[in-house]
């Protein structure tokens, strides 16, 4: 059974920062592109950032320059840096897994992806 595991979110002021982290079971981690996109209730998923199984990645680019994403295989983790948050940040992030995705068609599927978890909670306020 596949499970991915966010943790991470929470509250934080704008100009703040947050770590976000999903852990993956059950799947061949070094197959799949990892990433992450975010929804609110009744919106379109928004894609946010991908990391592929080679180490590329691809930001949207409400993102670039303020969040990082990385990946640890040894851990099958992978970690999304947030710094200079801003209120429209605010929304449920979700971790999600591409099979055999590289960053740049993976930051288009991971709306749709393969697998994804149940969500993390992020808000930022002004």
């Known amino acids: 059974q596949v499970r991915l595991t966010e943790s991470g979110g929470g509250s934080v002021q704008a100009g703040g920062s947050l770590n976000l982290s999903c852990e993956a079971s059950?799947?061949?981690?070094?197959?799949?592109?990892m990433g992450w996109f975010r929804q609110s209730p009744g919106a379109r998923r928004e894609r946010v950032a991908v990391i592929d199984r080679l180490g590329g990645t691809s930001y949207a680019d409400s993102v670039k320059g303020r969040f990082t994403i990385s990946r640890d295989d040894a851990k099958n983790t992978v970690y999304l840096q947030m710094s200079s948050l801003r209120p429209d940040d605010t929304d449920t992030y979700y971790c999600?897994?591409?099979?055999?995705?590289?960053?740049?068609?993976?930051?288009?599927?991971?709306?749709?992806?393969?697998?994804r978890g149940q969500g993390t909670q992020v808000t930022v306020s002004s």
């Open positions: 999600a897994a591409v099979l055999l995705s590289l960053a740049t068609a993976c930051i288009e599927e991971v709306v749709s992806p393969s697998y």
């Open positions: 059950g799947l061949y981690y070094d197959r799949h592109c």
